[in-house]
């Protein structure tokens, strides 16, 4: 279950921006203990933790877990924050080795060679894109319009790329896929960075990887997400959780970061881009996993961490019988809260977006959260009801958007 729409990234205040906060034993410290984060946007620093008893805890480092053998290793965050510094130097390079950026312009690298017809043929794929776009994320669809004509059809030649990933595992043939099948398309992946396109979706999303500085690396980590689904439908803790986002929507974030642009006034620093468009994809998957713990549990699905449901005096079996009680409803308080502190890390940054995509972010930021408030409204009950935001709902989050878009101001 991928949140494929958190393509719309945020960027990062450059003074409020390190790794994200995990902790071994997350359920026990957030039911407690209040997060504080601490940087100076560019190095990653240790998380500690303030208690609402006003004490302060000894530090706890999110950089290594206990694996089930015993043997300490990097923690989730530690091993996504690897890739984060990855696209940042791919980002610099680029900046580095031009005067003029794609992160900031909607520059185009010069073709070596045009076949007659070809421009004509890309400009198709392009439009199908975004009729593939239009049909399946209506909302996010009418955002994209508002940005630059050559960020737009990079950011559908994504979604698209990243829509078909996700249905190879959650579409109308996902009974008959196989790891082979999923060994195919990261092959096909490969090849369409190298610009061999298989058809005419990927021959968009291969000319887009040649206007920005598009790293593979956040695409095959999609992928691996897809695997996961296939052998994994438990998770232990939320450092199992946590990984598991980033491969299915923290990864979009990653991928559109060079695309979508930043203001050319900000002082972020590019890592801290990179960490806020990482909380936004994150935040919306939290949100879709809240949303839909009845529909997974029918499909034998509990993307819910294991150690803290038992901490909650829950089990698979309660999620299973769909009964709302007082023990679920704190469970699902403590999720809920933990979902807002990833959208609160992302709305931080949106201010450092460019004008031209500070609109669209605002907006999905803002619907997406409000399936959060939805839950609630539902007195938790995710098992039978769906939380969703209505269409009038939607309709008077466009202006608040707008305001807070041109303002350039957080809530």
């Known amino acids: 279950?991928?949140?494929?729409?958190?393509?719309?990234?945020v960027a990062a205040d450059p003074m409020n921006t390190c790794g994200l906060l995990r902790t071994l034993e997350s359920s026990?410290?957030?039911?407690s203990?209040?997060?504080?984060?601490?940087?100076?946007?560019?190095?990653k620093q240790t998380s500690v933790m303030r208690c609402r008893r006003g004490r302060r805890s000894s530090g706890v480092s999110s950089s290594l877990v206990v694996n089930p053998a015993g043997e300490m290793t990097l923690s989730s965050e530690e091993?996504?924050?690897?890739?984060?510094l990855r696209q940042a130097a791919l980002v610099n390079k680029q900046l580095r080795s031009s005067t003029t950026s794609p992160v900031l312009d909607d520059v185009k690298?010069?073709?070596?060679?045009?076949r007659p017809g070809s421009l004509s043929l890309l400009g198709e794929a392009y439009d199908r894109c975004g009729e593939v776009c239009a049909e399946y994320a209506k909302t996010f669809y009418l955002g994209t319009l508002l940005m630059t004509p050559e960020r737009r059809k990079a950011i559908w030649a994504i979604y698209v790329w990243c829509r078909r990933?996700?249905?190879?595992?959650?579409?109308p043939n996902a009974s008959h896929i196989t790891p082979m099948a999923l060994d195919r398309w990261e092959a096909r992946l490969e090849d369409l960075f190298r610009g061999r396109a298989f058809d005419m979706l990927d021959a968009a999303l291969a000319d887009t990887v040649t206007r920005y500085p598009v790293d593979i690396q956040p695409f095959r980590d999609m992928i691996e997400g897809m695997r996961m689904d296939l052998r994994k439908s438990r998770y232990n803790n939320f450092d199992d959780l946590y990984l598991y986002c980033y491969y299915v929507a923290g990864t979009v974030g990653l991928m559109s970061v060079p695309v979508m642009g930043i203001d050319p006034k900000s002082k972020a620093t590019t890592e801290s881009v990179y960490n806020a468009a990482l909380a936004l994809g994150i935040a919306n998957q939290l949100t879709n996993i809240l949303r839909d713990v009845g529909e997974d549990a029918r499909r034998g699905r509990v993307y819910l961490p294991q150690d803290e449901l038992a901490q909650a005096g829950l089990s698979d079996e309660d999620i299973f019988a769909g009964k709302v009680t007082d023990k679920w409803r704190n469970f699902m308080r403590m999720q809920l809260k933990r979902a807002r502190m990833f959208f609160d890390e992302a709305e931080k940054g949106v201010t450092e977006l460019d004008a031209a995509s500070r609109w669209p972010v605002w907006a999905s930021l803002l619907l997406y959260r409000r399936i959060l408030d939805e839950i609630e409204a539902n007195d938790y009950n995710n098992f039978t009801k769906r939380a969703y935001v209505g269409k009038v709902k939607k309709i008077a989050a466009l202006p608040l958007a707008y305001a807070k878009s041109v303002l350039k101001v957080s809530s």
């Open 1 to 9: 279950m991928s949140s494929v729409a958190a393509v719309l990234w």
């Open 28 to 31: 026990r410290l957030i039911s």
């Open 33 to 43: 203990c209040q997060n504080q984060r601490v940087s100076n946007g560019r190095k």
């Open 79 to 84: 091993k996504v924050y690897n890739v984060v």
């Open 109 to 114: 690298k010069p073709q070596d060679f045009v």
């Open 165 to 171: 990933t996700d249905e190879l595992v959650d579409g």
